[in-house]
């Protein structure tokens, strides 16, 4: 059965600041890896997309990675801003295609 | 609509009443997922479908919950005799294929039983 771990499950930086957080999971058998960001209250919205053939994926200040040998991704944010609190999860798709998810990074970014 | 559609936004029902959940996915997305979130919790899966083939139901919790979903456009799942724990935002999404694309998620229904 896979599980993904995130950690930390809390992070709390300065304005500016960048940082990463850490995902890991225990089968490496899997089709992708998506990371998400939840908003109190809110659904989910998806940040970035890395199929199980690529290494990383870049959207704006946000770079995923993903070493499957390892069963690890990261996922950087450079020059944190206060907009970036919120709480950040990672979610496998592999056999049987459901999406498994880690417990989440809450991040709070400080002005 | 662009996006994944739930209704209602929220819900508040008496224990012990049925209630019913839409989803309504991004056209064209033949897979279609239902998650339940606990109040300060993770994602619970529940329930996929993919187009015409049938549904993997491995994560339903009980059998007061059921899930159907018509051809490839909106999916309902309805809550049978709702008691207490069943308070949660159920979520849904839906993604283009079944493995390697994209999932899109909706703004979730907020479910009080009292």
């Known amino acids: 059965k896979q599980e993904v771990t995130q950690i930390p499950a809390a992070l709390s930086v300065p304005e500016g600041e960048n940082l990463v957080l850490n995902c890991s999971f225990t089968?490496?058998?899997?089709?992708?890896l998506q990371w998400f960001r939840q908003d109190p209250g809110k659904g989910l919205t998806s940040l970035l997309l890395?199929?199980?053939?690529?290494r990383e994926q870049t959207s704006g200040r946000l770079n995923a990675s993903l070493d499957k040998s390892s069963g690890r991704s990261t996922l950087y944010i450079a020059a944190s801003q206060p907009g970036d609190s919120a709480t950040y999860l990672c979610?496998?798709?592999?056999?049987?295609?459901?999406?498994?998810f880690g417990e989440g990074t809450q991040l709070t970014v400080n002005p | 609509g662009a996006g994944v559609s739930q209704s209602p936004s929220n819900k508040v029902t008496e224990k012990g009443k049925d209630v019913e959940l839409r989803c309504d996915p991004i056209s064209g997305h033949t897979a279609l997922y239902w998650y339940r979130q606990r109040l300060g919790q993770g994602l619970e899966f529940l329930i996929y479908?993919?187009?015409?083939?049938?549904?993997?139901k491995s994560g339903l919790p009980s059998d007061r919950f059921s899930a159907e979903r018509t051809g490839e456009s909106v999916s309902t799942l309805t809550i049978q005799r709702t008691q207490q724990e069943d308070s949660a935002v159920y979520l849904c999404?839906?993604?283009?294929?079944?493995?390697?694309?994209?999932?899109?998620f909706g703004q979730g229904t907020r479910l009080t039983v009292v």
């Open positions: 890395i199929q199980s053939s690529q």
């Open positions: 999404a839906s993604s283009r294929g079944p493995r390697t694309t994209e999932a899109f």
């Open positions: 089968d490496s058998a899997i089709y992708n």
């Open positions: 979610a496998l798709r592999a056999s049987g295609s459901r999406l498994t």
């Open positions: 479908f993919q187009g015409n083939s049938a549904p993997d």
